[in-house]
């Protein structure tokens, strides 16, 4: 079965130290893998994806993400957080069937301290 | 990028009540739309697939009746909470995928600012 794993429920990062939050993935397939950020009371927000290519995706915000196909992760990350990132954050892997549905993740709460 | 648009950002309304939920893609065609509720804490749980012209497509153990969907055009979908009560009240958001001709989908999905329903 598909599915998408994200291993901590919350993450606590000082601020200006490097972040990253977890994901692994099991999917038949190549994977389309996202990153979605949510804050509170809001819709989700498409951060960056990965389909081909390079392995290191950059994204919106400063953010980057790393897909590793031996270990089927796709962390992600930030060189230096920011409060403002505080938020929840959705790893998400393309069901392939024809309407695209996504397999989500359950979410990693990431709180930056000051 | 896609911007889509969902009505009401907030509704209280009284047990027994229906709610209509709206979302829009404001700036590009969505043959598909997808409707999540989520829980407080919690990911998202897909609803339903929304598709212009036709039935929705509901996931195990969602309520058609409960949930009605309707996509009658390429730019709205709506959800309506039929006779709505307590424990209805979520976190609705919508999703719509961009539908553009001659490039290819890679599945992303932009979202509405989701509905927060409270059924008193």
């Known amino acids: 079965a598909q599915s998408v794993a994200q291993p901590e429920d919350q993450v606590n990062v000082a601020e200006g130290n490097p972040l990253t939050v977890k994901c692994t993935y099991s999917?038949?397939?190549?994977?389309?893998l996202f990153w979605y950020v949510q804050y509170p009371n809001r819709g989700l927000q498409f951060l960056l994806k990965?389909?081909?290519?390079d392995n290191l995706v950059k994204g919106s915000y400063g953010f980057e993400a790393e897909f590793n196909k031996s270990q089927t992760s796709f962390h992600l990350k930030k060189p230096s957080a920011l409060v403002s990132d505080s938020a929840l954050y959705f790893c998400?892997?393309?069901?392939?069937?024809?309407?695209?549905?996504?397999?989500w993740g359950a979410g990693t709460k990431l709180i930056i301290k000051p | 990028g896609a911007v889509v648009s969902q009505h009401p950002s907030w509704v209280i309304c009284k047990s027994g009540t229906s709610v209509k939920i709206e979302c829009r893609s404001l700036?590009?065609?969505?043959?598909?739309m997808f409707w999540y509720r989520q829980f407080p804490k919690q990911s998202l749980m897909l609803m339903a697939t929304?598709?212009?012209?036709?039935?929705?497509?509901?996931e195990q153990g969602v309520e058609k009746d409960k949930f009605l969907i309707n996509h009658a055009s390429l730019t709205l979908s709506t959800l309506t909470v039929t006779s709505a009560h307590p424990e209805d009240s979520s976190f609705y958001i919508c999703?719509?995928?961009?539908?553009?001709?001659?490039?290819?989908?890679?599945?992303?999905?932009?979202f509405g600012e989701g509905s927060r329903l409270t059924v008193l």
């Open positions: 999703s719509a995928r961009v539908n553009l001709a001659g490039v290819s989908n890679t599945g992303e999905l932009f």
């Open positions: 700036d590009f065609q969505a043959t598909t």
């Open positions: 929304s598709n212009e012209g036709s039935k929705a497509t509901y």
């Open positions: 999917v038949s397939g190549n994977p389309y």
């Open positions: 990965y389909i081909t290519g």
């Open positions: 998400a892997v393309r069901h392939m069937d024809s309407n695209y549905q996504l397999i």
